[in-house]
């Protein structure tokens, strides 16, 4: 399984309105695991970017200046996206501004040269209901580090938003996804498949049950109410 994760910087916000795309990062998952496979450009986008914009990702009009035009990157791009699944955090605007660049050289839409295009954050969204999920906060939530990530850059996100999928995916994992083979021995040789035994379940004693019981009347009234433990087993 091929997964890109990808990540757009832009000079505004609507590319209707004229805005481009300055920075595409992506990185490669195999399997669900980083390949080290990434594409990288900064792009000279034709124009100045936005205050704000310039603020969050600090990419300057003079930086960009020297840089290859979308036109120049845009067979690369395809070729290395091509039939994969795409994963975006927000799809609907790097899709947005993809599409836009793609029009500009009369190719056909992003969606057309890939696979599915999956969106984090509408996951996030369904996953955690009420509560901020923001890259940063995804971050925060899920154990990722991103102390280095001062400004916002296309490959750093793309390589922090992988780490979150993963994370954030991680009980979708079907138990045999590392099962590679059959066992070996140390000499090599296959081992032969063993039936596993029967679960044995024993119950608890009727004194077992009545020293719990006194255990739990214990906690309730430390708690001058229902113990959690009683509350989680109703």
């Not at 996100?157 to 021995?185: F, K």
Request: proline share 3%.
């Amino acid at each position: 399984m091929r997964q890109i994760v990808l990540d757009t910087e832009t000079t505004g916000l609507n590319p209707r309105s004229g805005d481009r795309i300055i920075e595409i990062g992506c990185v490669e998952l195999i399997d669900r695991r980083l390949t080290g496979n990434n594409f990288h450009h900064y792009i000279n986008p034709e124009r100045d970017s936005e205050e704000g914009a310039l603020a969050v990702h600090g990419l300057t009009t003079e930086f960009l200046s020297d840089k290859p035009k979308f036109a120049e990157i845009v067979d690369e791009f395809r070729d290395y996206i091509s039939g994969a699944d795409v994963i975006i955090h927000n799809a609907p605007f790097d899709v947005g501004f993809l599409d836009a660049e793609l029009k500009r050289v009369e190719m056909p839409l992003f969606k057309d040269h890939v696979g599915e295009i999956l969106d984090t954050l509408q996951q996030a969204k369904e996953l955690h209901p009420g509560k901020r999920n923001s890259l940063d906060a995804l971050c925060d939530r899920y154990g990722v580090s991103n102390a280095h990530r001062t400004l916002h850059g296309a490959l750093l996100d793309s390589e922090l938003l992988a780490e979150v999928y993963l994370a954030m995916t991680r009980g979708q994992n079907s138990l045999s996804m590392d099962l590679g083979g059959p066992d070996v021995g140390s000499d090599g040789v296959a081992l032969e498949m063993v039936a596993i035994a029967d679960v044995l379940l024993q119950s608890a004693t009727a004194d077992e049950l009545a020293e719990h019981e006194l255990v739990m009347k214990g906690l309730d009234k430390e708690v001058k109410g229902q113990c959690l433990w009683r509350a989680a087993a109703n």
